[in-house]
């Protein structure tokens, strides 16, 4: 039962991690005032089907709305970006629309996400885009019609995602990624160059270990010049060089920003009093995590969701009877048939072992160990990840017994 | 409390589960509901994964 006295809470954040947090809030009986502030125009939606499914048209953008529970009674700004954060008078800052104004506030959910790395050799031409929103979804999708050869800059999961949609659609696609494998640094070098295969397999272009140098086309783009000199043509280029977290309008705060907004465990942000709580959830949080013993900013939609749900039950506990989350960070990958799915995290791994199945066949769960201990678990057995969870959070050694 | 599940939209994503374990259940052969009428206690966990499946494939009705 909430014990605050909150009274007039600002959530600031309108996707899966604000959303969930504002309902959170109604559900476990706070009755005071709610604020939600969205930087974007939209009711919140599912990030997760826009390099998959609504890229490649197999769901309509009515398909990816966020399901409403129940009506979240609460003053829902959108289109609106917060611009700074006054701890001393307890006031967020915002501009929406062409107004500025201000909100005061007793308790703060910051849950503002991560925005995309644009290309950093400054401007661009035409037809290069990055992909984030729904509308950049749909931006893109709508050049797909013509059927541009098309280049896809960066080998992360947003990347290779889309370069599998792109080639499930018969398009041509280069994939440029300047580490030695796609997925590189989320898998590992072990298993990485499975997917590397995977795209090849399926048709794609793949350029690794080199770098993008620039762009040819004066209104619209030719062609990208990569860093050994050479040139791929491409009427559409897609940024995929991640994202970074959306914390610029909390400089000078008081909060500690350190990629992210550093929280302890139970998602309250280092900076903040008891005076003026302040919590923080989804891409833009870097939780302690009690299992990794590091403070981890995962990008990962399911996170997002139950981190969001987290902090304002932190909030409303407040912080003497907060609880730590533990859970363990989830995230799935669909590229061609192929579904991957990851518990745990594997950063800063030595060694992995093949623990079920068939590598050769995509039917196979990986385990990572560090220092002994299985720290994340990797399948492409469907939903089999789950049947390590306890592995995983009990710290067993590596590497794991089978479990049934 | 009831959930029913639409199998053909079920991606096997598992976000369900990881919200709601005592609820859902993913394996290899697909989704299983394992309690189909579970206790209101779990309203919130339940509101939570049908919010949260990302193919809306899950119904909880009061």
């Known amino acids: 039962m909430p014990s605050s006295q909150l009274r007039e809470i600002v959530v600031v954040g309108g996707g899966v991690a604000g959303t969930r947090a504002a309902e959170t809030l109604r559900q476990d009986g706070y009755d005071g005032a709610l604020t939600i502030v969205g930087a974007e125009r939209h009711a919140p939606y599912h990030r997760p089907p826009l390099s998959k499914k609504l890229l490649t048209g197999k769901v309509h953008r009515a398909g990816v709305d966020l399901a409403p529970q129940f009506e979240l009674d609460a003053r829902v700004l959108r289109g609106a970006s917060a611009l700074k954060l006054d701890m001393s008078s307890r006031t967020v800052h915002l501009r929406d629309d062409d107004r500025e104004l201000s909100l005061q506030f007793d308790g703060l959910v910051i849950a503002s996400g991560a925005v995309p790395r644009e290309w950093p050799g400054g401007p661009v031409p035409d037809g290069i885009l990055v992909l984030r929103t729904v509308e950049d979804c749909l931006a893109i999708r709508e050049r797909l019609r013509s059927r541009p050869r098309i280049v896809v800059v960066g080998g992360g999961f947003i990347g290779a995602e889309v370069a599998a949609s792109c080639r499930s659609l018969g398009l041509d696609v280069v994939l440029v990624e300047r580490a030695t494998s796609p997925l590189l640094a989320a898998l590992g070098k072990e298993l990485a160059p499975r997917w590397a295969e995977l795209h090849r397999q399926h048709g794609v272009d793949l350029r690794v270990g080199v770098g993008v140098d620039g762009f040819v086309g004066d209104d619209h783009v030719e062609a990208v010049r990569l860093t050994d000199g050479s040139q791929v043509p491409a009427e559409l280029v897609i940024i995929g060089l991640g994202v970074t977290p959306a914390t610029d309008w909390l400089g000078g705060s008081g909060l500690r920003v350190d990629d992210g907004v550093v929280c302890d465990a139970t998602g309250i942000a280092e900076g903040s009093t008891a005076d003026v709580p302040v919590v923080a959830a989804g891409d833009v949080a870097r939780w302690w995590h009690p299992l990794y013993e590091r403070h981890l900013r995962t990008e990962h939609w399911d996170d997002a969701g139950r981190q969001g749900a987290a902090a304002a039950r932190t909030l409303l506990a407040g912080p003497d009877r907060a609880e730590a989350y533990d859970d363990l960070p989830y995230f799935w990958s669909d590229q061609y048939d192929v579904k991957v799915q990851l518990l745990g995290v594997p950063t800063d791994y030595d060694e992995i072992d093949i623990v079920e199945g068939d590598p050769g066949a995509w039917e196979f769960v990986a385990a990572y160990g560090r220092g002994g201990r299985t720290v994340a678990v990797l399948g492409t057995i469907p939903n089999r990840v789950y049947a390590y969870r306890d592995t995983i959070a009990k710290g067993a050694q590596f590497p794991p017994n089978r479990p049934d | ?62």
């Open chain 2, 1 to 62: 409390m009831k959930v029913s599940v639409d199998l053909d939209t079920c991606d096997g994503n598992g976000v369900c589960m990881s919200i709601c374990p005592e609820v859902f259940e993913v394996q290899e052969d697909g989704l299983h509901v394992l309690e189909e009428e579970p206790r209101t206690e779990l309203r919130q966990k339940l509101i939570g994964a049908e919010v949260s499946c990302p193919t809306q494939a899950i119904t909880v009705k009061d």
